[in-house]
Structures are given as C-alpha cells and as structure tokens.
C-alpha cells in the first residue's frame, strides 16, 4: 500500500461541475495536510493547507477525516483554468524532513 | 523577490557520463529539498538540507547519487555513471523554516539519458 494515494483520474468534468478527490494516507498520526497543483510541465505549487476544521478558499474546500485518514478536496464551479494534476501531500512523520507526495489526480474541465 | 531557480531547464546526457543540478533557493530559506519525477508519477524525495545540520539522504536511491549545499544557500546534485533510469525531472523546493511549511518549488530541470 502506499503511504499516499490517490485516484490518478482523469476526471473529465463539464465547466461549472463539482468535483470532489479524495487521498488516503498511511500513518494515523500525520499532522500536516496540503493540496498542492501541477500544471503541465510545470512545478508544483501550493492550492491550499488542509486543516482540521476543514477550510475553505473560494471555490475550493478542503477537508480531514482523521478517523478514516483521508482528506478530500471540493472544487465547485469548475473553470477551464482548474484543469491541471491535484497533488495530495502528507507530513507523514511529523518532521521537516520531507513531505510525502502523492501521485497526483489529474483533472481536465471541458468547455 | 526571486523564487527557486534551477539550472540547466534541460539536459541531455549520455549513458555512463556525470551530471550537476544546481537549485538556487529563495534567499533566507533556510530548508532545501531535492525531488524527482518520473514520467506520471508523483515525487520522489532524494534529500533535505536544513541549516548547518547533516543532510538527510535518506531517499537518494544510489550511491551515484549526491548532493551538496555550499554556505548553506545553492545547492548541487550529482548523478554520475548516469542511467537511463535516471531521466526524469529534478525539483528543487525550499522552505523558510521548520515542518508544516509552504515548499516553493523550482521550476525543475528535465534531464533525459539516452
């Protein structure tokens, strides 16, 4: 099993659609949660922290089920400019050492 | 203010020669990592730099693999005896700080070996 998954997709979705991905992750007692987006051969950057609570940023909401560890994330009224690869990332150890990544879900929004 | 650079963007090489990768990371960032991504694929942590303390190689998956980081901002990574196994894309990020934080990434050096 992975220690960060996610489904690869694609998820081809209709603009103005709602889109939901989930991510599992592997240690129970991981802290820190993100999303972050990667563009077509280009470099990942962050979309947004994932708190405990839950949060939201515009269109996006981001969530944490530490009971089943996963975390999701809800884009609603998809744009065009939306489409690009979803990166679930886990602080999975606590530590700054590193960051695990998942494999990311790409996305495309139609016209 | 300037974000994480790396250079070459592109580098193609021949089987069996060495390579450097040079990440430039933001100045005052005092954390550093290497990545890797394949093809379709998430990244592969390499390695972390974190202030004057011994890196953590954990993830260099050869030992044709290293890397340095000099006064403790630019960093290089050298890949010798390359594969062809080896051809992927080399992210830089760097952080500011401690665990938790926003990793800025370089836009990458895409390295094929032929």
């Known amino acids: 099993r992975k220690e960060v998954e996610q489904d690869p997709g694609p998820f081809n979705v209709p603009e103005g659609a709602t889109v939901a991905f989930n991510c599992t992750y592997s240690?129970?007692?991981?802290?820190?949660f993100f999303w972050y987006r990667q563009d077509c051969r280009k470099e990942p950057k962050l979309l947004m922290s994932?708190?405990?609570s839950g949060n939201e940023d515009g269109r996006f909401t981001a969530q944490l089920n530490r009971a089943s560890q996963y975390i999701s994330l809800l884009i609603r009224d998809s744009k065009l400019s939306d489409s690009a690869t979803y990166l679930c990332?886990?602080?999975?150890?606590?530590?700054?050492?590193?960051?695990?990544f998942g494999s990311g879900t790409q996305l495309t929004v139609l016209p | 203010g300037a974000g994480v650079s790396q250079s070459p963007s592109n580098k193609v090489t021949e089987k069996g020669k060495d390579v450097e990768l040079r990440c430039d990371p933001i100045?005052?960032?005092?954390?550093l990592y290497w990545y890797r991504q394949s093809l379709g694929q998430g990244l592969e942590f390499l390695i972390y730099?974190?202030?004057?303390?011994?890196?953590?190689k954990s993830g260099l998956p050869s030992d044709r693999f290293s890397a340095e980081r000099t006064g403790g901002s630019v960093s290089t990574l050298t890949i010798q005896r390359t594969q062809q196994e080896d051809s992927a894309v080399y992210l830089c990020?760097?952080?500011?700080?401690?665990?938790?934080?926003?990793?800025?990434f370089g836009p990458g050096t895409r390295l094929l070996v032929l």
């Open positions: 990332v886990v602080n999975l150890y606590g530590s700054a050492r590193q960051l695990t």
């Open positions: 240690n129970s007692a991981s802290q820190s």
């Open positions: 994932v708190y405990s």
């Open positions: 100045s005052g960032h005092t954390a």
């Open positions: 730099f974190q202030g004057n303390s011994a890196p953590d």
């Open positions: 990020a760097s952080i500011q700080g401690g665990a938790g934080e926003t990793q800025y």
